[in-house]
């Protein structure tokens, strides 16, 4: 398909409906009332003005003012820093580090992370083996959740960055 021209300073996050790091940069998008619009793309058969956008080929991607943003969590930042002052990842160095360090306990494609398991869960055969396997990922995210949200009565950066997985839990049942 055609590359749908851009309107001037309004965002453009190209995405795909059932995607969980491009819900991430949607729901920062709303959460900020950003005037944006939303671009899908077909991933099996990817339009290569999207592959000159981002050699990756992966969503999310916005683009403000013909500037190209790639990566979710870099998506979020530049969204938050933006929109937001930071709101979400706060300037209190600490707190950033401490919201960083959970997000790359999330992502990592590695054994021991939230993303590994949930990967694993689709062809897994000992389920109870997989529920202890949640239990001990998810440990550190339990103790350091206080309240209601990881940033007390309000969302953090960190409650916006996972949240697409926790979303899909009940599909895992
Ligand atoms: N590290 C990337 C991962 C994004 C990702 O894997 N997106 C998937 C869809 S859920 C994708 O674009 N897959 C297409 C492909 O890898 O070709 C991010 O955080 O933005």
Redesign the pocket.
Known sequence: SPYPPLAPNKVRVYS?R?????Q?ARMILKYYNVPHEIVN?N?KD?PAWFLQKNA?????VLEHNERII??????CEYLDERYGQNKLLTRESYTRAKQKMMIEKF?KARKGSINYTICKSISVEDFRDLKQQFEEVLQPFEESLQNKFFGGDEPYFLDFLIWPWFERFPALE
Do not use: D, Q, W
């Open positions: 795909m059932f995607c969980p790091y491009a991430r793309i991933l990817k990756s080929g992966t969503v999310p790639t990566e979710s969590v870099i998506c992502n």
